[in-house]
């Protein structure tokens, strides 16, 4: 479904990437794990048209997203959830899950989604009119997730979505991301809590100073030496 190869992206005179080259297949969840300052946001940046690459080039169901605007790699089917969630504070819960959707135009379907993320997240069906910005963190990450699903992407990019909750909202947050999976979204997985991400991923990608340093399965890398003592303490 997405092949990113050898991309590079620079900061001025700082590469944040360097020659990167992964692939996510249809109906997998692929996980990104690397410390703080790897590239892993760039990467996803660069995928959803945010940053510009200085070499290389990005496919998706076979079309480059090269020369691709952030808003048309949206209408193609990719849609991120950024890190920190970025919701609309001084927007309602509902007027936030509409942004969401605001490059479509069935009306109907609109609607239905909308239901659909109410059945999913019912703490945001009970807070429809109360302000975004007054939520607790891990009912702002579900409005940031509800509020992507609601573009109907075809590929769910997140970026640390367990960050800053609660162990028992972390434990919520990660089998919401496999529910959806189940239901047909591609996921590609940016997160620091890496034991996590591995239980939930069928692969994984380790990012170090920009660039992919080893890969395989998700229980592969759970098992390995390298990655216990780098990222799961062990």
């Known amino acids: 479904m997405l092949q990113v190869k050898d991309l590079s992206v620079h900061y001025g005179m700082i590469q944040a990437l360097r020659q990167v080259s992964l692939e996510v297949n249809e109906g997998e969840i692929v996980a990104l794990i690397g410390a703080n300052g790897a ?4 990467l996803l940046h660069a995928i959803s048209g945010l940053v510009k690459k200085s070499e290389g080039e990005i496919i998706f169901l076979e079309n480059s997203l090269n020369k691709a605007t952030a808003r048309s790699i949206v209408s193609s089917g990719i849609t991120q959830v950024p890190e920190g969630r970025r919701i609309f504070p001084d927007m309602s819960v509902a007027e936030n899950l509409l942004m969401g959707a605001y490059l479509r135009k069935d009306k109907k379907g609109i609607e239905e989604d909308m239901q659909k993320v109410y059945e999913r997240f019912p703490r945001l069906n009970e807070r429809k009119k109360q302000l975004a910005g007054t939520l607790s963190g891990g009912e702002q990450q579900m409005l940031a997730m509800g509020r992507a699903l609601m573009a109907k992407p075809k590929l769910l990019l997140l970026d640390e979505p367990s960050m800053g909750l609660s162990p028992l909202l972390v434990k919520e947050i990660f089998s919401i991301i496999t529910e959806i999976n189940k239901q047909g979204t591609t996921v590609l997985l940016v997160e620091q809590n890496a034991r996590m991400a591995l239980q939930i991923a069928d ?29 799961l303490g062990g």
């Not at 590239?39 to 760039?42: A, F, H, L, P, V």
């Not at 990012?207 to 998700?218: A, H, N």
């Open 203 to 231: 692969r994984a990608y380790v990012m170090e100073t920009g660039k992919i340093v080893l890969s395989g399965t998700g229980e592969e890398l759970a098992a390995s030496d390298e990655i216990k003592k780098a990222y």
């Open 39 to 42: 590239g892993k946001t760039t």
